[in-house]
């Protein structure tokens, strides 16, 4: 299958700073890209789909203000969240969307674990 | 509003054992259906995906079935192994390539 991959995969930061993850399709081209949070014993949410050259679309109840989202080529997609609080500390993972084939299929990167201090 | 249920949420077999995992889900118009494999503190295993139009798929010791018109999916996995302790997550895609996840099952395989 197609490979995703992110970057970090883990992290610790202070309280009030901003974190960067990256997310990337390595061998396909990805117009979308949908970020997913899980808390522990939790399911994956959805906060967002990422679309490329465009703004992303965000799910009910997620701030958009706090959680950037860039899609700037059709191989990268990049998560920051701003000012982060303890409250944000979550497993954070990507996916993204290959439609060759005639088929659509979503790759998930290996996620990326936040702890804020 | 999909909704995607998975239960147990934990499960106990001994080694050997074949075993069934549920997942049902309340929004039949789906574009496919996943299965997926979770290690704890890790990433999403790729297991076995089904077409809406497709009513089966199976991968060694893996068979997934989808029953779109009551709303089910099914795991079946065959002579379970100690190393087949995990989570197993469904997820049911919809509109806009959207995945709703269940919650999970951790099966746990005793040797």
């Known amino acids: 299958g197609a490979v995703v991959s992110q970057h970090p995969s883990r992290v610790i930061c202070k309280s009030g700073t901003s974190v960067k993850i990256e997310c990337r399709s390595l061998d396909f081209q990805a117009t979308t890209m949908f970020w997913y949070r899980q808390f522990p014993k939790q399911s994956l949410m959805l906060m967002a789909t990422?679309?490329?050259?465009?703004?992303?679309?965000?799910e009910q109840g997620v701030e958009k203000d706090k959680f950037l989202i860039n899609h700037a080529s059709l191989t990268l997609s990049t998560l920051t969240v701003t000012s982060a609080h303890p409250e944000d500390s979550s497993f954070y993972i990507c996916?993204?969307?290959?439609?060759?084939?005639?088929?659509?299929?979503?790759?998930f990167g290996p996620g990326t674990r936040l702890l804020v201090l | 509003k999909q909704e995607v249920t998975q239960i147990p949420a934990a499960l106990s077999v001994p080694e050997g054992e074949n075993l069934v995992l549920n997942c049902s889900f309340t929004d039949s118009a789906i574009y496919n259906l996943q299965w997926f494999r979770q290690d704890p503190g890790k990433g999403l295993t790729s297991l076995l995906l089904i077409q809406s139009s497709q009513r089966e798929q199976t991968s060694g010791r893996l068979n997934a079935s989808l029953d779109k018109s009551s709303g089910r999916s099914t795991l079946y996995i065959a002579a379970s192994q100690p190393g087949d302790s995990a989570t197993y997550l469904c997820?049911?895609?919809?509109?806009?390539?959207?995945?709703?996840f269940g919650k999970g099952i951790t099966l746990s395989v005793r040797p």
């Open positions: 997820a049911a895609t919809g509109a806009n390539s959207k995945l709703t």
């Open positions: 990422s679309n490329e050259g465009s703004k992303a679309t965000y």
């Open positions: 996916s993204a969307r290959d439609v060759r084939w005639g088929l659509e299929t979503q790759y």
